[in-house]
């Protein structure tokens, strides 16, 4: 504001000084006529200079005293000209020079400068009304563009508030913040030819990264979308996720992308506005008409000079998260259209698992895309890139864990040994997953592998994480449940009030409560930090052999040997549903993960699946040929999974029933298995002394757990999945 002022007064000192001096020059004009022409070129040059002040100080008083861009520049330029102003005026206005004439009259007055110095003068007054001038050019210029702005401003506010967005479905969403990119030295070759294909003009408009669960997808559409964000070249992010609202579906999926556009692009701002405008209801329109109006019409509307921040890149992981198949391939129809835009160079990243569905919208756009198999890369790719991020975790894994003990504690400088990291690649390829998997177990279990937590008096039968992972609760038939510290195995309660075996134990979704069966017929409800019995449910006529929590803990589950299972409210104690159906023991029930539907494993050698609201039975899976032990869903709910005393586990579709995969290897038994929280892997427990773990999408099994003594009994994974842990009839396994 200071420098506002000094440019204000500095405008008026030189608009009057101008005046002055062209009234003088005006005077000399009268009265001097052998120098008219040099009177002419100093009074047309002042003339511009109070001209040009004049429009510095209409500036001023239209930006209300506020400061321009060019203050500086504009105070010295006018400074100067008001001091040849004002030293042109005294020249011109000399006493002397008008007490000489005075005695031969006013007619006699004398012109003060020769030609040489009008042309100094006149030439330095230039200098200063060009100053002025550009200056003046600037400042408008600027205020034009701050106007401009402020209306760009307002137009792009106006329509992201109008757009829905799914929550978290960006990149550099809060959700996302903590999942990983790509190590520095993996993915080399695969990031470049992304790169390359995006830069190139002549590229089709669509890659398609496609792999089975596990090979690293998103973690690549994460370290591509950030390495495009640092060059400007990112227009949009949407990372599904099923079962997190908006993220799951195509109902909001070109209103995010084109929110992001907006911010990112805001070139397209007016055109969407545009379509909003002319139609207020098009966010809730067909995805058809969303992506033509908004996306492909306002990046269409864009003038040729968009060209300057080509290529814009729009990212969609995991499409195959997206709930509706027809939706997905829709959208892929759409997108292959982005080849039509005259003027701008779009292009679209999408990943997936290589599911039936995407696999068809693929094959209905062929030779509009372009495609990269992550399983199929050659495998000594795959090893020298899972090779380095092992080396590189593990060495971190080993500073911290040295940091955070004794230094008769510390792992050697060596650790791990090549041959170590040699055996966890090759357990590992082609699954990232796999050894993201293997890194974290060792990360989290700061005691290392094999700890065995000791302190039961009897046979271990069930083993639960906690939903943070930094405790394991088991089940004994010693008659209690023993609650354990994660990072140093210690026992930190004792559940006593059973009168027989506890069979089963499970977590509330909070952790603040744990469930207990026993075959003492009952179900108890413990508080986790006292070891206070808070609730008992009775009601079952022979042992209780299974339970679990629904997702919001509102409600208890529990199977039994009297052929039923029954659902009890948490709070009340209060049985208020029983499912009947099988024919013989159900030795476990699981939810699925929104709670609408309970699997029950039984000694019929079936599984069932019912609806948890009505208790009706809508699905029967028959094919074990002998009793089925356990029982659980995926993630997703999509698949249930089922272990027997046939010694297999079997996959099985939740529509339809079909069996999709068997997977065999275990020589006896199989009493408990777990699914991964992305559902990539399952793990196993059986009779035969090991915990087997298998990749869910070929059956193969990648890793055999071995060092129990006696029949495991149970299997859990933490909810990150990055543990896994096994109850033996005479010992818990923590982490392996």
Request: proline content about 2%.
């Amino acid at each position: 504001m200071a420098e506002g002022l000094g440019v204000a007064a500095s405008v008026i000192a030189v608009v009057d000084l101008s005046a002055k001096v062209i009234s003088l020059c005006s005077q000399y004009y009268r009265d001097v006529k052998n120098a008219r022409n040099d009177i002419t070129r100093l009074e047309r040059e002042v003339s511009n200079l109070q001209h040009a002040s004049k429009g510095v100080q209409q500036l001023l008083d239209d930006h209300k005293g506020g400061k321009l861009e060019t203050s500086q520049k504009l105070s010295d330029a006018l400074t100067d000209g008001s001091s040849q102003l004002e030293k042109l005026e005294q020249q011109l206005s000399s006493k002397t020079i008008r007490k000489a004439m005075s005695r031969v009259g006013i007619r006699a007055l004398k012109w003060p400068f020769e030609s040489k110095d009008v042309e100094k003068i006149v030439q330095d007054l230039g200098r200063c009304t060009q100053m002025i001038s550009l200056g003046l050019q600037v400042d408008q210029t600027a205020i034009l563009l701050k106007l401009d702005q402020s209306l760009v401003d307002i137009d792009r506010k106006t329509v992201l508030d109008k757009l829905p967005i799914a929550k978290g479905a960006a990149f550099d969403s809060y959700a996302e913040e903590h999942n990983p990119t790509c190590h520095q030295d993996t993915r080399i070759e695969l990031l470049r030819d992304i790169f390359d294909w995006a830069v190139n003009p002549h590229a089709e408009a669509i890659f398609w990264l496609n792999g089975m669960a596990g090979t690293g997808k998103s973690t690549i559409s994460r370290t591509v979308a950030r390495a495009f964000a640092e060059t400007d070249h990112l227009g949009a992010s949407f990372f599904f996720k099923r079962g997190e609202g908006d993220r799951g579906t195509m109902a909001t999926f070109f209103t995010t992308i084109a929110a992001q556009l907006v911010l990112k692009k805001p070139a397209c701002t007016s055109h969407i506005k545009n379509a909003i405008d002319t139609d207020p209801n098009i966010v809730g329109k067909t995805m058809r008409e969303q992506f033509e109006k908004l996306i492909l019409e306002p990046l269409s509307g864009i003038s040729p000079s968009a060209q300057k921040f080509s290529p814009v890149v729009i990212i969609v992981d995991a499409l195959d998260e997206c709930e509706r198949e027809e939706d997905v391939k829709l959208m892929i129809s759409l997108f292959s259209r982005a080849k039509t835009l005259q003027h701008l160079q779009l292009r679209i990243f999408v990943t997936s698992r290589p599911e039936l569905p995407i696999r068809l919208g693929f094959k209905a756009i062929k030779g509009t895309y372009q495609d990269l198999v992550l399983h199929e890369i050659p495998e000594p790719v795959v090893e020298h890139d899972i090779s380095a991020f092992l080396r590189h975790e593990l060495a971190e894994i080993r500073d911290t864990y040295n940091g955070s003990v004794s230094e008769d504690r510390h792992l050697p400088r060596t650790w791990p040994d090549q041959s170590s990291i040699k055996i966890l690649t090759e357990m590992a390829i082609p699954l990232f997953i796999f050894a993201a998997t293997s890194e974290d177990s060792v990360e989290l279990s700061k005691f290392l592998v094999d700890a065995t937590l000791e302190g039961h008096n009897d046979r271990v039968s069930s083993v639960a994480f906690s939903h943070d992972s930094a405790l394991i609760a088991s089940a004994s038939s010693d008659k209690t449940v023993r609650l354990w510290r994660t990072d140093t195995g210690d026992c930190v309660q004792i559940f006593e009030g059973h009168n027989n075996w506890v069979t089963s134990v499970a977590f509330s979704h909070d952790s603040a409560l744990i469930a207990s069966a026993s075959y003492d017929k009952t179900v108890r409800l413990w508080h986790t930090d006292t070891g206070d019995c808070v609730q008992i449910f009775e009601g079952h006529n022979d042992r209780v052999t299974s339970i679990a929590f629904s997702h919001d803990s509102a409600f208890i589950m529990s199977a039994s040997d009297d052929k039923t299972i029954r659902l009890w409210r948490t709070d009340t104690g209060n049985c208020v549903q029983i499912f009947k159906g099988h024919s013989n023991s159900v030795g476990m029930a699981a939810f699925s993960y929104d709670s609408a539907f309970i699997a029950s494993a039984s000694r019929d050698k079936t599984v069932r699946l019912w609806r948890t609201d009505t208790g009706d039975c809508v699905q029967i899976f028959e094919g074990h040929n002998d009793w089925v032990l356990s029982v659980t869903f995926s993630h997703d709910s999509a698949f249930v999974a089922s272990a027997s005393y046939d010694k297999t586990v079997r996959l099985w579709r939740t529509d339809t029933g079909n069996c999709v995969q068997i997977f065999e290897g275990h020589n006896s038994c199989v009493n408990s298995i777990a699914f991964s929280h992305d559902s990539a892997l399952i793990t196993s427990a059986s009779d035969d002394k090991t915990v087997r773990l298998w990749r869910t999408d070929t059956d193969d099994c990648v890793q055999i757990f071995e060092g129990h003594n006696n029949h495991v009994l149970s299997v859990a994974f933490s909810y990150d999945s990055a543990l896994i842990a096994s109850a033996c009839y005479d010992e818990l396994q923590a982490p392996e």
